[in-house]
T-cell receptor, first 114, second 115 residues
Framework: DAGVIQSPRHEVTEMGQEVTLRCKPI?????LFWYRQTMMRGLELLIY????????DSGMPEDRFSAKMPNASFSTLKIQPSEPRDSAVYFC????????????FGPGTRLTVT | AQSVSQHNHHVILSEAASLELGCNYS??????LFWYVQYPGQHLQLLLK??????LVKGIKGFEAEFIKSKFSFNLRKPSVQWSDTAEYFC?????????????FGSGTRLQVQP
């Protein structure tokens, strides 16, 4: 199994630009999570999906952030427009109902907004 | 709302020293508990987990953790650390009662093992 796949691994962009982060969960997993990691705030849940449906998006910082999961094998996290304070590592994780609450993390996308 | 506290933010040990990292959570109901490790430049990996049963849980690489319900704690231990254990360690909790599938993470403890 390839594990959770995220792309790009690194992204450097200028303030105001649109950023799209991508995630492919482990095949067969029915829940997908987006986390953000910063020095100041640690690991924060942004949003999670169950069976492609957003369940809890209370962690999404503001309207500039949006996430979609059009099918069971793909999700995107979009920031538009991006700001320097969005600089962080964004992790995607997935799980299935057979492993209650045990999540498998992707390698992360390191986003730098200048 | 549930929360997780890791009081040790940065720990420096010499090789062969014993390790104990503290983790306390706030939720009073039924919980699942986890320790994740993040090696430099890598993603989070599951170290060990507690769902039910024996409160002393053994994980990979010689790590263990003990769930003490009365103290709302799930401390991570290792009798003798190695230089390769240098990493950041995260405690996480999930409440069984709310059905919320997401994990709540602590702020992490950065462990530095000196050779």
């Amino acid at each position: 199994d390839a594990g959770v796949i995220q792309s790009p691994r690194h992204e450097v962009t200028e303030m105001g630009q649109e950023v799209t982060l991508r995630c492919k969960p482990i095949s067969g997993h029915n829940s997908l999570f987006w986390y953000r990691q910063t020095m100041m705030r640690g690991l924060e849940l942004l949003i999670y999906f169950n069976n492609n449906v957003p369940i809890d998006d209370s962690g999404m910082p503001e309207d500039r952030f949006s996430a979609k999961m059009p099918n069971a094998s793909f999700s995107t996290l979009k920031i538009q427009p991006s700001e320097p304070r969005d600089s962080a590592v964004y992790f995607c994780a997935s799980k299935n109902s057979g492993t209650p609450y045990e999540q498998y993390f992707g390698p992360g996308t390191r986003l730098t907004v200048t | 709302a549930q929360s997780v506290s890791q009081h040790n933010h940065h720990v420096i040990l010499s090789e062969a020293a014993s390790l104990e990292l503290g983790c306390n959570y706030s939720y009073g109901g039924t919980v699942n508990l986890f320790w994740y490790v993040q090696y430099p430049g890598q993603h989070l990996q599951l170290l060990l987990k507690y769902f039910s049963g024996d409160p002393l849980v053994k994980g990979i690489k010689g790590f263990e953790a003990e769930f003490i319900k009365s103290k709302f704690s799930f401390n991570l231990r290792k009798p003798s650390v190695q230089w390769s254990d240098t990493a950041e360690y995260f405690c996480a909790v999930n409440s069984m009662d709310t059905g919320r599938r997401a994990l709540t993470f602590g702020s992490g403890t950065r462990l530095q093992v000196q050779p």
